[in-house]
């Protein structure tokens, strides 16, 4: 028997991008006034106090909780997406995920695709579309707005609003990608994490009646609380749309243990059943992107799409590499195009996620 260390085996990976940024990190830490970090979308605010309480509420509860989640949970995201982006669902068709993160990551394997299937994604893409294919042994097409996926795709993927652009797709263009996806024989699953933060265009879901009508069938909604809730550190999202797939997805989840934990659950619900504390962090970044945008623009910078979710999409020309270079020279982080796709070589994501202190700062440092 071979007594050698045994090559780990199965897909391979991009390198994780922000590793990439080191050096500039480390640049633009070193600025006298300190880092600016607009680099990565995470949430600064607090957790609302409502959700903290919440989540200890049921801090005691010993068993195993389910997979489905509560029927509270339940109804509280059949009630959210009715309320707030006029959609109807039924509640078995909702389905709680650990964050989105992970459902992006494996549902292609869940929906089993397999090696030699393709995977459709935007031209410019969070980049765990890809991973999730690459992890199901899939090949990856990036589709540009309004380009139709290859005959046999197995999975297509739509974001509006759109990380890393802020680009959004009316209904009549969602409806066309619906169609198109459905010609080519395949699943469509529209990621809607920034689906609450429209600025000048008003997003809208996959499941609403503009665009599918009342035929959900082959459309999955994919639902994060992580921005329009700050719950990222808590990990809550859900997957909702044709029945039939969430059934699968349970079934799947169920054996595999991959279960939203019940104290999670409890502040999921509190957050779907609440919408003044989304309006509120709403208005947060409405007010931070007031700053940011006419720095960026009186510094040079071109503005492109960023008519909602959390960035700004800004090029002044030059390469990537060297606009975020030139930025962390000023304390400022952002995170290269290059990161979303090879078509990203000449912009900036800029994210709105900054404490109202630091966004001052960037614009003071721009100006
Ligand atoms: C487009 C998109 N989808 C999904 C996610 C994952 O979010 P989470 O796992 O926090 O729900 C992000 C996070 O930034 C994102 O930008």
Redesign the pocket.
Same mark, same amino acid.
């Given at each position: 028997m071979s007594s050698g260390t045994r090559e780990p085996r199965g897909p391979r990976l991009p390198d994780f991008p922000w590793d990439s940024l080191a050096a500039q990190t480390a640049t633009a830490r070193s600025h006298p006034d300190g880092l600016v970090d607009l680099s990565v =979308?995470t949430p600064v605010d607090p957790v609302p106090e409502p959700l903290r309480a919440a989540l200890a509420s049921v801090a005691e509860v010993p068993g195993y909780p389910a997979t489905h989640g509560t029927p509270e949970l339940r109804a509280a995201a059949v009630e959210a997406l009715a309320r707030r982006h006029g959609v109807t669902v039924d509640p078995a068709a909702v389905l709680p995920t650990i =964050? &989105?993160?992970e459902l992006?990551a494996w549902l292609p394997t869940l929906l089993g695709v397999r090696a030699g299937d393709v995977v459709a994604i935007p031209e410019l893409a969070?980049p765990?579309y890809e991973v999730g294919a690459k992890i199901a042994g899939a090949e990856v097409v990036r589709l540009a707005p309004g380009e139709a996926p290859p005959a046999g795709t197995a999975l297509v993927w739509l974001?509006s609003p759109s990380?890393p652009t802020g680009r959004v797709l009316d209904a009549a263009a969602l409806a066309e990608s619906v169609r198109a996806a459905r010609e080519a024989g395949a699943v469509v699953a529209s990621?809607e994490?920034y689906l609450a933060l429209g600025w000048e265009a008003e997003p809208v879901s996959v499941l609403h009646p503009s665009v599918t009508g009342e035929d959900p069938t082959g459309v999955l909604a994919v639902h &994060?609380l &992580?921005k329009s809730s700050n719950l990222?550190g808590y990990r809550a999202?859900f997957i909702t749309g044709d029945p039939g797939l969430v059934a699968r997805l349970l079934e799947l989840r169920k054996h595999a243990g991959m279960i939203m934990p019940r104290p999670v659950q409890q502040a999921m619900t509190a957050a779907l059943l609440d919408d003044e504390h989304v309006e509120a962090q709403r208005e947060l970044y409405a007010a931070r992107r007031a700053v940011l945008r006419p720095a960026l623009e009186a510094a040079g910078f071109t503005i492109e799409h960023s008519r909602a979710g959390l960035y700004l999409w800004a090029t002044c020309g030059d390469d990537a590499w060297e606009t975020v270079g030139l930025l962390a020279q000023h304390g400022i982080l952002v995170a290269p195009g290059t990161f979303y796709g090879p078509g990203g070589q000449r912009h900036v994501r800029i994210a709105l996620t900054a404490p109202d202190e630091r966004i001052e700062a960037a614009a003071a440092r721009l100006g």
């Open positions: =979308g =964050g &989105s993160k992006v969070y765990t974001n990380n990621d994490c &994060s &992580s990222a999202g």
